[in-house]
């Protein structure tokens, strides 16, 4: 493989096991195949740019929200601070930054992929 973005496709196979395990957090990695697209591109310098510019969308999207989700859990925590914490608690908690990791993904993956489709029809 010319381009190492390419190894990432390997993550996908994980989003296969998710589907056995009817699991929606692994499921998401199956948009991981997409990178596989790239195995025999040879990285320029737009190409660059367009991970960089892909990779910073996705950054600031992920800091927004993981600034939510610790907001809001931290005033549900001194809310209930005399309470103790039960499991629904918890399991909102993973909730919140499994789907943080998706959004985050998600993001960068389309970013590139609307990168590209720009970049394509610019040089047609």
């Known amino acids: 493989m010319k381009n190492k973005l390419s190894y990432l496709g390997f993550l996908g196979f994980i989003g296969i096991l998710g589907l056995y395990w009817r699991s929606f957090s692994h499921s998401i990695f199956?948009?991981?195949?997409?990178?596989?697209?790239?195995?025999?591109?040879?990285?320029?310098?737009l190409f660059?740019?367009?991970?960089?510019?892909?990779?910073?969308?996705?950054?600031?999207?992920n800091m927004i929200i993981n600034t939510i989700i610790m907001t809001v859990c931290?005033?549900?925590?001194?809310?209930?601070?005399?309470?103790?914490?039960?499991?629904?608690m918890v399991l909102?908690?993973?909730?919140?930054?499994v789907i943080n990791f998706?959004?985050?993904?998600?993001?960068?993956?389309f970013n590139l992929m609307i990168y590209a489709h720009k970049d394509k029809s610019v040089l047609e």
């Open 102 to 109: 998706v959004i985050s993904i998600l993001i960068f993956v």
């Open 48 to 61: 660059k740019e367009n991970i960089k510019k892909s990779a910073l969308n996705a950054f600031i999207v």
């Open 92 to 97: 909102f908690g993973f909730a919140a930054f």
């Open 74 to 88: 931290t005033v549900l925590s001194n809310r209930y601070q005399y309470i103790e914490p039960n499991s629904s």
């Open 30 to 45: 199956l948009v991981f195949f997409f990178f596989f697209s790239y195995a025999k591109m040879i990285p320029d310098e």
